[in-house]
């Protein structure tokens, strides 16, 4: 029987693929015009809530020429802002009319040319492994989050002395033991709800809560008994003993909002990966719904309900690019605004006279950018490595050409470093010279922790009679330090030692790391102007995911932490820190390698980035002119 396929059938089965393709597409502009409804519905709510606190706010407001009272349980003799041992660098000043947050913005929008607008796109290495406060844990979600949450207080960056955010002032006790902040009137988070004193004390609980997987945070807020609500206007701190960043820790903790994050339960919220909202310049479009994926930008909008002046740019855009050659090319291509280029490529670039001519660039070192170095796991498995015997820790920094590593792999853009302390700061002691590059030195010393060669192959063995091999752990994404390890492993070879490169994925270092599963791992830790050693190097911090990850222990540093911490006299704690100094310097529970040199080149069309004495003033002191803006609203 023959069975034909006619141009009737033909028609009928075109028609039908017709009528199916017109559906599915009737059903997707269904679904984006559902998607439209109910943003504008989210928009219009939003603005229906926002005009009825606006109406409560102006039914609040005292009236003109009358002044807002507030609550002070505090002593008459305590001054606002001063307390008895703090210097200015390190306490909040006392001044009558405290200087103005946004004094730096309003001098830029005097300037000519000023104008908000355009996007700021800048890049990460790798992609954060979680946007979320508290559980995340490395220095590019923090930057994130900076631009979204604030603080009570910040340090002016031309002083250094602190300046009020969230609050509008503060009083501490003579024996500083309370510190009182006067919430600001009218802050809203960027979801238009108000923000109050019940949020300080709920970030604070948050913090504490056992549950949530923030030990870092908890090790130092420990020092605090109880973060308090006094009245709406008022909160109170209040430290169980003296600890010599208590302002710091009071008026630093980035606030979060409790009708956001109390939804969530602590298991919830330990696993989220971007559950970000706060009172900042910026926000995340979808507070709720960040997930890290390889090559998808981080994008923050304009906070169009921000209390203060308003940011100069429509979005902050951060773009995956893990290869150090490829962030160059979209730098040169125009694609990103900045760029902070490896020495080699600093150099390269400053001959390049197209380039310079359309653009700016930076060279400094910065008391917060911190230090590179080696860190040798002391314990593995619940076993001593060859690492626990101070001999060999010694050994490895005099086998480690540090100048050498500088020279050569950072064309001279950096210094040597000998200890967690920035140099040429107060906390530093300057006359602790670096351990030498002495090679027959250290071969002597770990011959007398039992390390050498055994049978004249020319590689050093073991107690046990293997050879002496260290597997070292790096970020894989950086060029640079690839070449410098590259040069460790020759230099160590010519001394007897296998030295194994592992470039590892940084979310796969960050579970090393978090497991204590590497025998050493190279790294940065970022700075500031004084630094509290506690987290990485007191031996409480060893257990769990403590950030003393190479199990180091030493009874007499500790007791030096815990004094240090305790001293409000600034005299007598930088001498016990010159202790502490002294005691990491001998013990070298890391080789203290690299303070490299910030290389930073931006777009010309960026205007007003200026140096201050923490580093390169604020993003939200720059402006593009409209004349020059890249990018419009739409994109």
Known sequence: MENRFGLRDLVVCFLLLCLITLVVLAMFQFD?????????????????????????????????????????????????????????????????????????????????????????????????????????????????????QESLADRDPDTLAWRPVLSTGWRISPDGLRIEFDVRYGVTFSDGEPFSADDVVYTFNLIMNPQIEAPRLRAYYQKIQAVEKLDDDTVVFIFKEPYFKAFEFAGGMPIMPKHFYEKYTPTEFNQSTGLLMGTGPY?????????????????????????????????????????????????????????????????????????????????????????????????????????????????????????????????????????PFTPGTPQADDTIKPWPFDPDAAKTLLKEAGYFDRNGDGVIDGPDGKPFEIELSYPSTSETYNRVVLFLKDTYAKAGIVLKPNPLEWSVLLQRIEQRQFTAISLRWGGVIETDPYQIFHSSQIAGTGDNVISYANPQLDALIDQARATVDDAKRMAIWHQVHRILHDDQPYTFMIGPKSLIFFDKRIHNIQMTRNGLNSITDWFVPANERKWTPAD
């Open 283 to 419: 926000r995340l479009a979808d507070p709720t719904s960040w997930r890290p994926e390889p090559g998808k930008p981080i994008e923050l909008v304009r906070n169009d309900r921000y209390w203060g002046q308003p940011p100069p740019f429509d979005k902050v855009v951060w773009r995956i690019i893990e290869n150090d050659a490829a962030r160059l090319t979209t730098f040169t291509n125009g694609e990103t605004d900045d760029f902070t280029a490896t020495p080699e490529q600093y150099l390269t670039l400053q001959k390049d006279q197209q380039l310079l001519s359309r653009t700016t660039h930076f060279e400094y070192f910065s008391p917060v950018y911190g230090y590179i170095y080696i860190g040798w796991n002391q314990r593995r498995n619940g076993q001593p490595t060859p690492f626990a015997d101070v001999r060999v820790r010694r050994a490895m920094t005099m086998l480690t050409d540090r100048q050498r590593v500088i020279d050569e792999a950072y064309y001279g853009y950096g210094r040597v470093v000998t200890g």
């Open 32 to 148: 984006r015009q559902w998607q439209r409804i109910n943003a504008v519905d989210n928009v219009l709510g939003e603005h229906t809530r926002d005009l009825a606190r606006i109406r409560s706010l102006l039914e609040q407001a005292p009236a003109p020429g009358s002044v807002p009272t507030r609550a002070n349980s505090l002593p008459s003799d305590s001054a606002p802002g001063s307390a008895g041992g703090y210097s200015p660098t390190t306490a909040p000043s006392a001044a009558a009319t405290p200087r103005d947050p946004f004094d730096r913005v309003r001098a830029a929008q005097k300037m000519p040319g000023y104008a908000l607008g355009d996007h700021y796109v800048t890049n990460f290495s790798v992609v954060p492994d979680r946007l979320t406060p508290l559980v995340s844990v490395d220095g590019y979600s923090s930057d994130v989050q900076s631009y979204v």
